[in-house]
């Protein structure tokens, strides 16, 4: 059988890993009696542990690729979105940890409807568990793909493989099957990036050639411009981007409230955040570091790259491939892989969660039992599983289907921030005020993610704002619309 770059050792250690991952959501299957266990480990789980999982979850096999992929093709902008976590884990523990521990919430949402009414819980549930199918398709592709370039075979069956062995785990096992495998998976994935990082260290200082020395001149430790502008990957965009997104998924994201949630105090709640970000930041650094060292790896003359490497995210794998000995390889693969898979897990887990709790429980069946409880979440897990592999699987032969689904992603997440800083200033709209900011909000995401590129007859209305953060202009369009409904509200309850 044909294992292309991979020998029999590295296929022998994937297989293996996946039987491990199928064995913790079958051990951790006793756990999930009651809906809480199934959703939040009954909160019971160690604060490193949850931190582990948080970062895990910040840290997709895209990170894996794309980030030292950043650093080998232009320099360490990304450092800076990084960088600007401190900042807003210091808000969000300090602001919404204790009033979310407090009122018990396990999902996020519920606190939109608390403050704003159903209509914000509904559109933010909604949008977030659409978003999710989007984003595990996204992310068993590209896991599906990157495999498919060390073993020639059907992409088809490597994606299926990959989402179904993440699917039975997760709906065995639930919230816990989900956090204790991401500690493995971090385990795995701390360890291989901290070898290449040494491996790489050892050939580009090493004399005589001293080869970093090429990366150094060609400003690949960089961390970007520092002109005033929004229309290029400038410092400032970094920033904006850093802290609006940051804000983003640990305040409003249940993805990582509901790992935080997990845990049995505030104060465990808090430690878990700060766990996670301090393992994050210094690995953003590692990932940036080993593309600055492949770049200058792949200067000198004995190592040269394939010619059908064109970008920087192929190098990595290409290194991985052809330059690691066998077993090693499989394991690097298999964190790879675990990183994907960690993403994927929570997705589906937390897709389950908020259809059950935001939807069904909520306007269906609000007296339902433990047992049909948990039946439900474990269907709800398969069927939004189906849906993200199926989805991947749409995602071969659309080339231009990842560029386009960031871009839909954008106008499924338009305002949602907003709704929660709203919250947090006990700001009341009306419904059709709400859904007119929305509406603002949505329209702006569109024209900033679709109105590139335009002919000249069109260019008055062409977007040259960075991309990158069309989602925080859109959360401004949509706070600047909900402030002047709350100012116009406030002139009317005056004159009433």
């Not at 997705?347 to 939807?359: G, R």
């Not at 800083?421 to 603002?440: D, E």
Request: with cysteine; aromatic share 14%.
């Amino acid at each position: 059988m044909n294992f292309g770059y991979f020998s029999l050792i590295d296929v022998t250690v994937i297989f293996l890993y996946a039987l491990v991952l199928v064995g913790m959501g079958v051990y951790f299957t006793r756990k999930t009696n009651t809906a809480e266990q199934f959703m939040v480990a009954g909160r019971s789980v160690p604060a490193w542990a949850a931190g582990l999982a948080i970062m895990s979850a910040y840290t997709s096999s895209i990170s894996y690729i794309a980030t030292p992929g950043k650093a080998y093709d232009t320099d360490w902008h990304p450092l800076i979105f990084a960088l600007c976590i401190p900042v807003v884990v210091w808000f969000v523990t300090k602001y919404a940890v204790p009033y979310y521990r407090k009122t018990g919430i396990i999902s996020v949402y519920s606190f939109l409807e608390e403050k704003l009414g159903a209509w914000g819980r509904i559109y933010a549930a909604l949008s977030f568990v659409l978003y999710m199918i989007g984003r595990a398709a996204v992310i068993l592709y590209l896991a599906g793909l990157l495999l498919n370039t060390f073993i020639p075979w059907n992409i088809v069956v490597l994606i299926l493989v990959i989402g179904l062995v993440t699917t039975i785990y997760t709906l065995l096992g639930g919230m816990e099957a989900v956090i204790w495998t991401d500690v493995m998976q971090s385990v795995i994935m701390i360890g291989g990036i901290l070898f290449c990082a040494v491996y790489l260290t050892m050939a580009v200082f090493s004399q005589p050639e001293y080869l970093i020395q090429s990366a150094w001149t060609a400003d690949k430790f960089n961390l970007g411009d520092w002109e005033l502008s929004l229309s290029s990957r400038t410092v400032w965009v970094m920033i904006i981007y850093g802290i609006t997104e940051n804000l983003r998924n640990l305040l409003a994201d249940q993805n990582y409230v509901q790992k935080y949630s997990s845990v049995a105090s505030e104060q465990a709640a808090t430690r878990s955040i700060w766990i996670s970000m301090l393992i994050y930041i210094p690995l953003t650094i590692i990932f940036l570091y080993i593309g600055s060292t492949l770049f200058a790896f792949y200067s000198g003359s004995a190592h040269i790259l394939g010619e059908n490497i064109t970008k920087g995210d192929e190098v990595f794998p290409y290194f991985i491939a052809t330059e690691l000995p066998a077993g090693l390889k499989g394991l690097i693969v298999a964190a790879i892989l675990a990183a994907a898979m960690s993403t994927v897990d929570s997705a589906l887990n937390c897709s389950a969660t908020v259809l059950f709790l935001d939807f069904y429980k909520r306007y269906f069946k609000p007296n339902i039992g433990e047992k049909a409880s948990v039946r439900f979440l474990r269907f709800l897990t398969a069927l939004w599983g189906i849906l993200g592999t199926g989805f991947a699987l749409l995602m071969i032969k659309a080339g231009s289907a990842l560029d386009t689904w960031w871009h839909i992603s954008g106008v499924f997440g338009g305002g949602i921030l907003g709704l929660f800083i709203l919250s947090f200033l006990n700001i009341r709209l009306s419904l059709r005020q709400g859904l007119l900011s929305i509406a603002a909000s949505i329209l702006i995401i569109a024209w900033g993610s679709f109105a590139r590129d335009l002919s000249p007859a069109w260019q008055w209305a062409q977007c040259t704002v960075e991309e990158i953060i069309i989602g925080a202009l859109g959360t401004a369009v949509f706070l600047i619309v909900a402030f002047f409904f709350h100012l116009t509200n406030k002139k009317q309850a005056k004159t009433a």
